[in-house]
C-alpha cells in the first residue's frame, strides 16, 4: 500500500501536511462530500502527490481515525500508585473528556460514517473493546480486593459505564447539550463510583 512505503524526512513532513488537510476538510465538510482535491489544496500539494501515501480518501481517513481512537483511549493517564480507585475513577473521566473535547468535531464525522461503514464501525468497536478491557480489569482488581460487590459483571458493567460516559459526551461536545462542565463532570463520576459500590476517601 501506498501508505506503508519508506519514506523520506521530506515524504514524512509532507505525509503529515496531507494528514493535517484531510482532518481540516473532513471537519469543514464531511466525508462524503470531502474530496481529494480538496485535501491537496489544503495541504498545496499537487493531487497526484496524495497517491504517493494514501491509495484513496477511505486510507487517509483510517489514519486519522486510529490516530483519533489511540489519543482517545491513550492508557497511562491514571493517577500514580496509592490513588484510590474513586480519584482513578475521576481521573480517567477527565481524561476521556479532555481528549473527546480535542476531537469533538472529528468524533461527530467518524460516528456518521460508522452508520454505512463496516470496516469503521469496526476499527470503532476495536478501540472501544480494548478501553473497555482495560476498565474490566480495574474493576476485577477492585473485586478481588472486596472493594466491588464480587457478583458484578465486571465486564458488563465496563461496557455500559463506557456507553454512559460515550454518549453523555457525545451529546454534550457533539450536540452542545449543557454548559456547566464541572457539575457535568462531577455527576458522571458520582454515578460511576456509585454504580461500582466505591466509597469515597476522604
Given at each position: 500500500?501506498?501508505?506503508?512505503?519508506?519514506?523520506?524526512?521530506?515524504?514524512?513532513?509532507?505525509?503529515?501536511?496531507?494528514?493535517?488537510?484531510?482532518?481540516?476538510?473532513?471537519?469543514?465538510?464531511?466525508?462524503?462530500?470531502?474530496?481529494?482535491?480538496?485535501?491537496?489544496?489544503?495541504?498545496?500539494?499537487?493531487?497526484?502527490?496524495?497517491y504517493?501515501?494514501?491509495?484513496?480518501?477511505?486510507?487517509?481517513?483510517?489514519?486519522?481515525?486510529d490516530r483519533?481512537?489511540?489519543?482517545?483511549?491513550?492508557p497511562?493517564?491514571?493517577?500514580?500508585?496509592?490513588?484510590?480507585?474513586?480519584?482513578?475513577?475521576?481521573?480517567?473521566?477527565?481524561?476521556?473528556?479532555?481528549?473527546?473535547?480535542?476531537?469533538?468535531?472529528?468524533?461527530?464525522?467518524?460516528?456518521?460514517?460508522?452508520?454505512?461503514?463496516?470496516?469503521?464501525?469496526?476499527?470503532?468497536?476495536?478501540?472501544?473493546?480494548?478501553?473497555?478491557g482495560?476498565?474490566?480489569?480495574?474493576?476485577?482488581?477492585?473485586?478481588?480486593?472486596?472493594?466491588?460487590?464480587?457478583?458484578?459483571?465486571?465486564?458488563?458493567?465496563?461496557?455500559?459505564?463506557?456507553?454512559?460516559?460515550?454518549?453523555?459526551?457525545?451529546?454534550?461536545?457533539?450536540?452542545?447539550?449543557?454548559?456547566?462542565?464541572?457539575?457535568?463532570?462531577?455527576?458522571?463520576?458520582?454515578?460511576?463510583?456509585?454504580?461500582?459500590?466505591?466509597?469515597e476517601?476522604?
Open positions: 500500500m501506498a501508505e506503508e512505503a519508506t519514506l523520506t524526512e521530506r515524504g514524512v513532513r509532507t505525509r503529515e501536511r496531507l494528514i493535517q488537510a484531510a482532518r481540516e476538510i473532513f471537519e469543514e465538510m464531511g466525508f462524503l462530500d470531502a474530496r481529494v482535491g480538496h485535501i491537496t489544496r489544503r495541504a498545496k500539494v499537487a493531487y497526484g502527490t496524495f504517493t501515501y494514501f491509495d484513496s480518501k477511505e486510507a487517509v481517513f483510517r489514519e486519522i481515525a483519533l481512537f489511540t489519543d482517545m483511549t491513550e497511562g493517564r491514571l493517577p500514580l500508585r496509592g490513588a484510590s480507585p474513586a480519584e482513578r475513577v475521576r481521573r480517567a473521566n477527565r481524561s476521556y473528556y479532555e481528549a473527546y473535547l480535542r476531537n469533538a468535531r472529528m468524533m461527530a464525522i467518524i460516528e456518521q460514517v460508522a452508520t454505512f461503514n463496516e470496516e469503521f464501525r469496526e476499527m470503532r468497536r476495536r478501540h472501544r473493546a480494548t478501553s473497555v482495560r476498565s474490566a480489569h480495574a474493576i476485577r482488581r477492585w473485586q478481588g480486593e472486596g472493594l466491588v460487590a464480587a457478583g458484578l459483571d465486571a465486564e458488563m458493567a465496563a461496557h455500559a459505564l463506557a456507553a454512559m460516559v460515550d454518549h453523555a459526551l457525545y451529546l454534550r461536545l457533539v450536540q452542545g447539550d449543557g454548559d456547566d462542565t464541572e457539575r457535568f463532570l462531577d455527576t458522571l463520576d458520582a454515578l460511576a463510583i456509585r454504580a461500582l459500590g466505591l466509597e476517601r476522604t
